[in-house]
């Protein structure tokens, strides 16, 4: 959900089932960091597999509670995700803010305008969204140089 979204930990923490909008495929975000309201994508396959924890667990309130009801723990969501990168053995231990970068990264690396993904992420600064294009490595790749296209027009 985390990467799916590009949410940040204490977002993901405070999401109630009405959040998920299966009709316009949307995760609604209400008072993220700074108190802001925004909306990110749900990816259907995300949605199939919340449809499965759904029948489940059957949430009252929070959209991921703990064994007794209430918010789930921020603790046991890092733990989720260590253990998730021990399983999938990766080399690095990777945590939740991570899958936050990963999402936004892979974004920009699809061509994903700058500032449609600094709006998924809540982010009030385009200069904020934009450290990941430092981070995306194929963000360049698939961009013909001027003077190929040039010289092709000469030929």
Same mark, same amino acid.
């Given at each position: @959900?985390?990467?799916?979204?590009?949410? !940040?930990?204490? =977002?993901?923490?405070?999401?109630?089932?009405?959040?998920?909008?299966?009709? !316009? @495929? $949307?995760?609604? &975000? #209400?008072?993220? #960091?700074?108190?802001?309201? *925004? @909306?990110?994508?749900?990816?259907?396959?995300?949605?199939?597999?919340? !449809?499965?924890?759904?029948? =489940?667990? *059957?949430?009252? =309130?929070?959209?991921?509670?703990?064994?007794?009801?209430?918010?789930?723990?921020? =603790?046991?969501?890092? #733990?989720?995700? #260590?253990?998730?990168?021990? *399983?999938?053995?990766? *080399?690095?231990?990777? $945590?939740?803010? @991570?899958?936050?970068?990963?999402?936004?990264?892979?974004?920009?690396?699809? !061509?994903?305008? /700058?500032?449609? &993904?600094?709006?998924?992420?809540?982010?009030?600064?385009?200069? $904020? $969204?934009? &450290?990941?294009?430092?981070?995306?490595?194929?963000?360049?790749?698939?961009?013909?140089?001027?003077?190929?296209?040039?010289?092709?027009? /000469?030929?």
């Amino acid at each position: @959900m985390i990467y799916s979204a590009g949410l !940040r930990r204490s =977002e993901l923490l405070n999401l109630k089932v009405e959040d998920i909008d299966s009709k !316009r @495929m $949307t995760v609604i &975000i #209400k008072e993220g #960091k700074g108190g802001k309201d *925004r @909306m990110s994508t749900l990816s259907s396959n995300l949605l199939n597999l919340l !449809r499965e924890y759904y029948k =489940e667990y *059957r949430p009252k =309130e929070y959209l991921f509670e703990g064994q007794k009801g209430g918010k789930y723990s921020a =603790e046991s969501v890092l #733990k989720v995700v #260590k253990a998730a990168t021990k *399983r999938a053995r990766f *080399r690095q231990s990777a $945590t939740p803010h @991570m899958l936050r970068h990963s999402f936004a990264t892979h974004l920009l690396e699809d !061509r994903i305008d /700058l500032r449609k &993904i600094q709006h998924l992420l809540g982010h009030n600064s385009l200069k $904020t $969204t934009e &450290i990941y294009s430092h981070v995306a490595t194929n963000y360049q790749l698939g961009i013909k140089n001027p003077l190929d296209t040039l010289y092709l027009e /000469l030929k």
